[in-house]
């Protein structure tokens, strides 16, 4: 069955500088990923949709890529603010079966 | 904004209760889903609903099953709570068809506890 690795559990990084996060599938390609936001006590947020023919998608200071041949997703955060900082989840779909990742704790040191 | 509400933000119940747990969506949307979420293990999908009385299973259905008698309302039922069932529950929808899970808005979710 599919299964979906975020890299880092935990990723620190200065106000400002831009958050890469890093989701991998390991069997065969999603339909689409999706990235989500969960802040403590929450439930997640969604924030981006990328599907398997597309390359790359913005929206505002997110971008999120996709790379079949690396069986990869990255979300960025450019100029990233303490306010960013939050669990990020990324799921994927694809054969009528969904799978979420267990999240990178972001967090944005002032 | 679509709003997700689950009826109850902490639970805390008996071994061998039943407990219900309800979510109800207020955009009309077709589709909508249980989840658990456990520390290490991330989100997994219990059951998922695309229509009116109709009902999937997800990745870990054992212990669990739901109703969904309109449309804007899905239940999940324990029928017979065990201490492995103390998780966070998660409840979502999403508008797309055919159970796809495209741009899910979940609730705040229900911290149960099973003593």
């Known amino acids: 069955s599919q299964k979906i690795e975020q890299n880092s559990e935990a990723l620190n990084i200065q106000e400002g500088k831009t958050a890469t996060l890093t989701c991998n599938y390991t069997?065969?390609?999603?339909?689409?990923l999706q990235w989500y936001r969960q802040d403590p006590g929450r439930g997640p947020v969604f924030l981006l949709l990328?599907?398997?023919?597309?390359k790359e998608k913005r929206k505002e200071r997110l971008k999120v890529t996709f790379d079949t041949t690396l069986k990869q997703s990255l979300f960025h955060i450019t100029a990233s603010q303490p306010a960013d900082s939050a669990t990020y989840l990324c799921?994927?779909?694809?054969?009528?079966?969904?799978?979420f990742g267990t999240g990178t704790s972001l967090t944005v040191i002032p | 904004d679509v709003k997700v509400t689950q009826s109850s933000r902490y639970l805390v119940k008996r071994t061998g209760e039943k407990v219900f747990l309800e979510c109800v969506q207020d955009m009309d949307h077709e589709n909508m889903f249980w989840y658990r979420q456990d520390p290490g293990l991330g989100l997994r999908l219990i059951y998922f609903s695309y229509d009116v009385k109709m009902k999937e299973k997800g990745d870990i259905p054992e212990g669990y099953s739901v109703s969904r008698e309109k449309k804007e309302r899905f239940s999940l039922i324990l029928e017979s709570a065990s201490t492995n069932q103390t998780s966070m529950y998660l409840c979502?929808?999403?508008?797309?068809?055919?159970?796809?899970?495209?741009?899910?808005?979940f609730g705040s979710g229900t911290q149960l506890s099973v003593l």
């Open positions: 069997n065969y390609s999603p339909a689409y």
């Open positions: 799921e994927s779909y694809g054969g009528n079966q969904f799978y």
């Open positions: 979502a929808s999403s508008l797309s068809g055919g159970g796809r899970n495209e741009k899910l808005f």
């Open positions: 990328i599907r398997e023919n597309e």
